[in-house]
């Protein structure tokens, strides 16, 4: 019932800038963590950026400054801002969030996974 989807990825030139969005769909109570992970090629996932629900937010040191993660919670979206880009930011990116819903007939707690949406850094 609970699905993230993630968009926003393409091709950019070092220098330029994307901006990806994750909505969640389903019957969405309450966001409690919501960011973005990203894998390059034979490398570990690592965390980018997270936005808590009491406002909170958490970047890695490699994107400091760069990209600016935030929230729409009527939306159940989350952005994640990316200026400044590097061909290193070249990765899938992963949209993640823990999540209050409502589902069989009870409120439910979880942890969801988008698909992954790829960024592309070269000239």
């Known amino acids: 019932q609970v699905q993230l989807v993630e968009s926003g990825g393409g091709l950019v030139q070092p220098g330029g800038s994307l901006r990806l969005s994750c909505a969640a769909s389903?019957?969405?109570?309450?966001?409690?963590?919501m960011g973005w992970y990203r894998q390059a090629p034979g490398k570990q996932r690592e965390l980018v950026a997270t936005?808590?629900?009491?406002?909170?937010?958490n970047y890695a040191d490699s994107v400091k400054g760069r990209f600016t993660v935030s929230r729409d919670n009527a939306k159940s979206t989350v952005y994640l801002q990316m200026n400044s880009l590097k061909p290193e930011d070249t990765a899938v990116y992963y949209c993640?969030?823990?999540?209050?819903?409502?589902?069989?007939?009870?409120?439910?707690?979880?942890?969801?996974w988008g698909q992954g949406t790829q960024v592309t850094v070269s000239s």
């Open positions: 389903g019957t969405i109570v309450r966001i409690n963590v």
């Open positions: 993640n969030a823990d999540l209050t819903f409502f589902g069989s007939a009870r409120f439910q707690t979880n942890n969801y």
């Open positions: 936005s808590t629900s009491g406002g909170s937010t």
